[in-house]
Each structure stands twice: as structure tokens, then as C-alpha cells.
């Protein structure tokens, strides 16, 4: 079945410090790749997608790249804010059954 | 537009007993999810429906029941409640079942069982 390997948290940074989350897949088919955000006390909501090879998703200042060759899809901000603390999920939507898979999360906290 | 809701908020049961959590939508959407959500291992899918009258199991579908009378409505039901079951509990609902839909989330349960 579809896989998700997230990178461990937790992460703390500094205000506008650079903010990368890996995440790697294995996903039968050709997924869909998301990156879902929880704020504290509240449901998951997107970030953004990429639907085919070499799209990049962006939102609210973060970006990631679909990466075919490397089965990759790593979130990446260049100055993340307090605002940013919450929970990261990257979730391929697969290939063959349309599910989301969900990797573990990545809990980043961002310190004033 | 209150997007995707669940009641209740919070809840504690005793083991053995029963109850229903409910999951409402106001988007005309299909497709209903239900997924529970422990610490370190991300969101795990329980049962989801592709259509009014339809449901099917998910990944960790035991000791869970649901029903799906009403297209704005998912129920997720334990008939038989253990303390393995003290969970977070989240609904969604997407538009489309296809590779590129994005799935809406409410905004949980949180449910103990002493």
C-alpha cells in the first residue's frame, strides 16, 4: 500500500528563520501530493497540492515541489512566523484507490 | 457556510458503553470520511462513504460502525466502547473521489475511554 516517511519533529525555530519539512512517498499509480496544516485545538485544513511531476504547490508563503524521480514533496518557507506554529501532514493521494495517506506529522514551533 | 461540523466536542465514556458521534456537511459534498488521530501516527481512516446509502471500511475499521441516511450526515458509531478507542475523531468530506480533490476537515471529537 501507499506510504508516507515524514520528517520527526519536533522542530523549533526562530522567527523568520528558513523552514524545511521533508517528506518522501510510495504510492502505487501517479498521486496527488499534499501538505495538510493543524493549528492548535482545530481540524486539519490544506496548504497547498501539486497534481503531476515537477508542479509546485504554494500558499501562504510556503512551497513544495513534486519530485517523480526522487518521490519526494518537501514543504519549504523561507521566513516562517509565530503564526506558522502548528502540526504539518504530508498526505499523497494515490495512485490507484484515491485515499489519503497520512504521514505521521511534523510538529514545528516557531519561537518570537 | 459552516463547512464541516461535528458534534460532540469532547466526550468520556466508561467501558462498555455506547455512542454516536455526528458528522454534518453543508457543501453538497459525496464523499464522507471518517479518520481517527493518535499521537505519532498520524490520521488512520476508519470507514468512508462514496454516496448517500453507501459505506465502506477503511483502514482500522473494528469495534466502529456508520451509516450515511442523509448526504449531509456521516455517523460514526461505537457499540462497545474500550479504552483503546480513546482517540481524537475527525470528520471529512470532499467533492470529488479522485486524485486531485481536496478533502475538508471538521473539527474533531475528542473522546476518553476509562
Known amino acids: 500500500g501507499d506510504s508516507v516517511t515524514q520528517m520527526e519533529g519536533p522542530v523549533t525555530l526562530s522567527e523568520e528563520a528558513f523552514l524545511t519539512i521533508n517528506c518522501t512517498y510510495t504510492?502505487?499509480?501517479?498521486?496527488?501530493l499534499f501538505w495538510y496544516v493543524q493549528y492548535p485545538g482545530e481540524g486539519l485544513q490544506l496548504l497547498l497540492k501539486?497534481?503531476?511531476?515537477?508542479d509546485k504547490g504554494s500558499n501562504k508563503g510556503f512551497e513544495a515541489t513534486y519530485r517523480k524521480e526522487t518521490t519526494s514533496f518537501h514543504l519549504e518557507k523561507g521566513s516562517v512566523q509565530v503564526s506558522d506554529s502548528a502540526v504539518y501532514f504530508c498526505?499523497?493521494?494515490?495512485?490507484?484507490?484515491?485515499?489519503?495517506?497520512f504521514g505521521k506529522g511534523t510538529l514545528l514551533t516557531v519561537n518570537p | 457556510n459552516a463547512g464541516v461540523t461535528q458534534t460532540p466536542k469532547f466526550r468520556v465514556l466508561k467501558t462498555g458503553q455506547s455512542m454516536t458521534l455526528l458528522c454534518a456537511q453543508d457543501?453538497?459534498?459525496?464523499?464522507m470520511y471518517w479518520y481517527r488521530q493518535d499521537p505519532g501516527m498520524g490520521l488512520r481512516l476508519i470507514h468512508y462513504s462514496v454516496g448517500e446509502g453507501t459505506t465502506a471500511k477503511g483502514e482500522v475499521p473494528d469495534g466502529y460502525n456508520v451509516s450515511r441516511l442523509k448526504k449531509q450526515n456521516f455517523l460514526l458509531g461505537l457499540e462497545s466502547a474500550a479504552p483503546s478507542q480513546t482517540s481524537v475523531y475527525f470528520c471529512a468530506s470532499s467533492y470529488g473521489w479522485g486524485r486531485s480533490y481536496e478533502q475538508y476537515f471538521g473539527p474533531g471529537t475528542r473522546l476518553t475511554v476509562t
Open positions: 498526505a499523497p493521494s494515490g495512485g490507484s484507490n484515491y485515499k489519503l495517506t
Open positions: 504510492a502505487t499509480g501517479y498521486p496527488s
Open positions: 457543501m453538497n459534498h459525496e464523499y
Open positions: 501539486a497534481t503531476k511531476a515537477d
